[in-house]
């Protein structure tokens, strides 16, 4: 039974290295003319990347008795796994390479985050042990992923429609987003190098010591001593569980973005929004706007159903109540109204095409909130973990 | 120079379409009521016209949605009144925890904003706005919908979205590719309509009245008759009565059963010691209901035992119209502690003290007797006062007067580790020396009669979305020319792209002459 645990873990490192090599092959052949053969066999190697995925997403479930999607770790790797199904999907019938890399680079970055989540296999408390369990958080994810897709072309058509020359507005709050998306690689990437020489720094605080697992520049403004000779103390008003740590992990991360972002400039030598932009140009605006909006049509109810229905069926069987304003069930709550309000403000005159673009990249930012923030500032009952 | 007539952008429109939104001048029809009015905007007198027109707009109505959405997640900051640390007052855990910013969240009552009024009127201005939207529309597309000639005149097809000539000598082979595709088809003289999926028009109205169910399921809660909501705790073997049932229901817990995870498992060995705590695998309990027979005020009622089951989290009973949970429970509480006292002379005596029902007063063989001043059933020391936590007994505490003979008297206050006198002086003692303990499991016992309303009302607008935003109401118009060419026009409510490929992929079937 332990070897399970250990192939599965190897299925989801294959995985991700697929999924890696799928973004730089589809990138290569956005960059070049249309060559089957190439698209293909990017095709073919995030294909082979999610079955490895399925196999790790089973094997766990076997190991564990139960579907794993029951903590952060789990339930991100899973949303990950759903994003990459609808662009294998998708890519049947929309055959956008760009669109592809995309959705590569944002389930990468998932995936990646969820790695830095304790991995433990856990038992299930008995709130949780009920069927509805997978097939709630399996509907629910699989609506967040395809209503992502909305998300992955508006963000493109936003790119292709963006003067640089001009709308300097614009294509700043173009960089300012893709220094948001850096960060969480420079997140990752510097969990995962520190976390490899195994660097750990004790905190010790007045009341209680914390341990960090990078270097601790911002500590509890109690903080008596700390191994690390920088210290600057976080204002007494950020008093939350480990503010500290959290507010310390995301400078570091902002940082690290903003230097993959530098990094990226030298090599450019001008705005990434406007390296990027004669790729984008090759597509079809038209088809963007049309497959944002498809999207956020068939993903809706299927998040209905999933985020809302299913998980009201539930909560009455387990909390005695189908309702009872955890914040994780109002952000589904704001999700949903979200893009209630996105299919009803696209019928309007005039919101078609960019705005529809813009009103997508809101939308996602709502989806990604209640998966990470949520559980990370708001404490609840969801709060996996 | 010119003004684009839908972006109201200033373009150069000669000709092509409007590089800022896309569209082309050449005026389609608005197709949605095919040029039909809606009675908001035939009248506007009286504050009747006013209000309907308010409500019936879609620009109004999402203002008001995206009101109720910022509201809800204001409601998120700080957590809300309910899931506050019980015991904690929330005018001062508040400040206490979020400085000022957490004294105004309270002051202006977002601590409760998901049952504050304003949020109830938002609520009810989205049910008004979604029910006179969907009754404004409704009439004039079931006209639209019924009526639908199959001639049509000239200009009304040239300004689809489809358009296209072409010369169709074989129309059966044509009509009979469209039937394949699960179009229908009305013929009148040399024109003809083909139409499928007419029903998806009415997904958005079946979807609204699936939401206005969910409004009135939410609205009927606040009437008990349909919302009830009862929480007991029960100790092993006990027999409680439901509240607000006028004495007739009971439920005796007859055995409550906890189970954790083994710490030993090497499955779950690192999360468990990760949390730090035991996790619990499952707790159960057998119950056993009980209805009350003729029942008089004041009487010890008579029981009939109606059912026997096992009630567990995720398995709920039904029983007597209610509907049983397993929603807590308490381990080890006090049920009774047993005290030692001391004389002066060293002559010892014991009594016992049940935390449910304590004597007042209690005479002891040493001669002492044992006044009970106080009862703190879970008490806590707070800034130097003894307050009690709940008024369950996990941690009680006693405040007694001992007297002897000789009219001294000495108030001690006695906990289960510890005993303050409150005198000052020592001539008595008083300790605990045992105590038994129980288990008490918590049970949530509920009628709602609202969720089927709210269960059907999900399903309605389950069925409503789906029909609207998978299917589209496709239409395609043949209109003979006069040199014996067809003008073909079609329309689709939405998905335009697809429509397209689907006329073109039919179009080219029949040229090629196979069958699509
Ligand atoms: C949470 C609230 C709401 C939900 C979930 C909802 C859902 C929907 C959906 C899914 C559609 C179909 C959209 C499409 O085909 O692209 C629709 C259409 C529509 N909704 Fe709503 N709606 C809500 C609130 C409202 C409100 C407040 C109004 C009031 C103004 C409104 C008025 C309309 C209208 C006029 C249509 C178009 C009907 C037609 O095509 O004939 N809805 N709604």
């Not at chain 1, 903080?223 to 400078?251: C, H, Y």
Request: a positive charge; proline letters at 4%; one cysteine or more.
């Amino acid at each position: 039974m332990e070897n399970l645990s250990i192939i599965s873990g190897h299925l989801l490192e294959a995985a991700f290295i697929s999924y890696l090599v799928g973004v730089i092959l589809f990138t290569w052949s956005a960059a070049k003319k249309r060559q089957r053969y190439l698209e293909r066999f990017a095709f073919g190697i995030t294909a082979a990347g999610w079955l490895a995925q399925l196999g790790f997403f089973t094997l766990r479930w076997i190991y564990s008795g139960h579907a794993p999607v029951s903590n952060l770790f789990e339930f991100m790797t899973f949303f990950g796994m759903m994003l990459i199904l609808v662009l294998l999907i998708m890519y049947r019938f929309y055959r956008f390479p760009l669109i592809a890399v995309t959705a590569l680079v944002i389930s990468i970055l998932i995936i990646g985050c969820a790695a830095m989540f304790p991995r433990e296999v856990a038992p299930l408390v008995p709130s949780l042990q009920s069927h509805w369990l997978y097939i709630h958080v399996t509907t629910a994810a699989l609506g967040e992923a395809v209503l992502s897709v909305s998300f992955f072309v508006g963000f493109l058509y936003i790119l292709h429609e963006t003067n640089q020359e001009k709308q300097h507005k614009t294509a700043r709050v173009i960089e300012g987003f893709l220094v948001l998306i850096l960060s969480v690689a420079g997140y990752v990437l510097l969990a995962f190098l520190f976390r490899m020489f195994g660097y750990t720094a004790n905190v010790t605080g007045a009341e209680a010591s914390i341990i960090y697992q990078l270097p601790p520049f911002f500590v509890p403004s109690d903080t008596v001593s700390s191994p690390f000779p920088i210290q600057i103390m976080v204002p007494d008003w950020l008093r939350g569980e480990n503010a500290a740590q959290k507010f310390n992990t995301m400078i570091l991360s902002l940082l690290a973005g903003c230097v993959l972002y530098m990094l990226i400039r030298i090599f450019t030598r001008k705005r990434i929004g406007a390296a990027l932009q004669p790729l984008v140009r090759k597509l079809p605006k038209n088809a963007l706007d049309d497959i944002g909006y498809r999207s956020v049509a068939v993903g809706f109810p299927i998040f209905t159903l999933g985020a809302l229905i299913f998980a009201m069926i539930w909560a009455q069987q387990a909390w005695d109540r189908f309702w009872g304003w955890d914040p994780k069930e109002v952000w589904a709550l704001v999700t949903w109204l979200f893009y209630a309000a996105y299919l009803h403000i696209r019928m309007q005159k005039g919101w078609q095409g960019i705005r529809s673009a813009w009103l997508a990249v809101i939308g996602f930012c709502i989806i990604m909130f209640n998966l990470l923030a949520v559980n990370l500032l708001i404490v609840g009952l969801h709060a996996y973990a | 120079m010119q003004q684009c007539p839908f972006c109201k952008g200033e373009n150069n429109l000669v000709g092509g379409p409007c590089p800022r939104c896309g569209r082309r001048l050449t005026e389609k029809l608005d197709m949605r009521y095919e040029g039909t009015i809606r009675r908001s905007q035939q009248y506007n007198r009286t504050l009747i016209d006013k209000v309907w027109r308010f409500f019936s707009s879609v620009r109004n109505g999402m203002y008001i949605l995206l009101l109720t959405l910022l509201a809800t997640a204001v409601g998120t900051i700080l957590p809300q009144r309910a899931y506050i640390p019980i015991g904690r007052l929330p005018g001062e855990f508040y400040a206490a925890e979020y400085g000022v910013f957490g004294r105004w969240y309270h002051y202006l009552g977002l601590d409760q904003l998901y049952s504050s009024w304003w949020y109830m009127t938002l609520l009810g201005l989205l049910g008004a706005s979604i029910l006179i939207a969907s009754i404004d529309r409704f009439f004039p597309l079931r006209r639209a919908l019924r009526m639908q000639p199959v001639k049509r005149r000239e200009h009304f097809l040239r300004s689809q979205l489809y358009v296209r000539h072409s010369v169709i000598d074989d129309r059966e082979r044509l009509m009979k590719n469209l039937r394949a595709r699960r179009y229908r088809i009305r013929q009148d003289g040399d024109d003809y309509l083909a139409e499928k999926n007419r029903f998806a028009r009415w997904g958005p109205y079946v979807n609204h009245v699936g939401l206005l169910l969910v409004l009135l399921g939410a609205f009927l809660r606040l009437f008990p008759f349909f919302y009830q909501d009862e929480f007991i705790w029960i100790r092993d073997g006990e027999t409680v009565v439901v509240p607000d049932t006028n004495q007739s229901l009971f439920i005796k817990n007859e055995q409550f059963i906890v189970d954790t995870y083994d710490t030993d498992d090497p499955k779950f060995k690192a999360a468990i010691e990760q949390e730090g705590r035991m996790i619990p695998k499952n707790f159960t309990t057998d119950i056993t209901v009980f209805e009350a027979e003729d029942h008089i005020a004041g009487d010890t009622p008579d029981l009939k035992p109606l059912k026997q089951m096992q009630v567990a989290v995720n398995h709920p009973v039904h029983a007597a119209g209610f509907t049983i949970y397993q929603s807590g429970y308490q381990l080890h509480e006090f049920s009774s502690l047993t005290l030692r006292t001391e004389n002066q002379d060293g002559s010892t005596a014991d009594f016992r003290v049940d935390t449910e029902n304590p004597q007042a007063m209690y005479e002891l063989d040493n001669g002492l007797h044992a006044e009970l001043i106080d009862y703190y059933p879970d008490y806590r020391l707070e800034e130097g006062k003894v307050i009690t936590e709940t008024k369950y007994p996990r941690n009680p505490a006693f405040v007694f007067d001992i007297e002897g003979n000789d009219d001294h008297k000495e108030r001690l206050f006695v906990a289960i580790d510890d005993v303050v006198s409150e005198t000052g002086t020592n001539r008595y003692s008083i300790r605990a020396v045992d105590y038994d303990t129980h288990h008490v499991s918590g049970l949530s016992v509920k009628r709602d009669l609202t969720l089927p309303i709210f269960l059907l009302g999900g399903v309605i607008f389950m069925i409503g979305l789906m029909q609207g935003l998978y299917w589209q109401h496709r239409r395609i118009w043949l209109r003979r020319q006069a040199d014996g060419s067809y003008l073909i026009a079609g329309h689709t409510n939405k998905h335009a792209s697809s429509f397209e490929r689907e006329v073109e992929r039919l179009l080219d079937g029949y040229k090629k002459g196979g069958s699509s």
